[in-house]
Nanobody, 122 residues
């Protein structure tokens, strides 16, 4: 059974940085695309970026240049490095894995973590 677990969220001041982690188990991590999403209160889930099995990445325009995804296939962990954080980045952040797609659509992801809260104060 595939399980994903995010960690690293917390409270940070505007302009600060955080690094989120997503630990995967129960799957051949190195074979699948891994994505990051977030959801703010009363808003739809938002795509942030995706890393392919071989490390290729694609980002949403809203975070391009501020957020960086990396993955360590040997450790089954994916990271989201977030810089220049703004209050608008406050949300629950989720990682997800897609068994078949390299995609920005949440509908094409098969497994999701429980999420980690990121709060950016002004």
């Amino acid at each position: 059974q595939v399980q994903l677990a995010e960690s690293g969220g917390g409270l940070v001041q505007a302009g600060g940085s955080l690094r989120l982690s997503c630990a995967a188990s129960g799957c051949t991590f190195s074979s699948y695309s891994m994505g990051w999403f977030r959801q703010a209160p009363e808003k739809e889930r938002e795509f942030l970026g995706v890393a392919s099995w071989n490390g290729g990445t694609y980002y949403a325009d809203s975070v391009k240049g501020r957020f960086t995804i990396s993955r360590d296939n040997a450790k089954n962990i994916m990271y989201l490095e977030m810089n220049s954080l703004e209050p608008e980045d406050t949300a629950v952040y989720y990682c997800a894995t897609s068994l078949r797609y390299f995609s920005s659509s949440s509908a094409q992801y098969d497994y999701w973590g429980q999420g980690t809260q990121v709060t950016v104060s002004s």
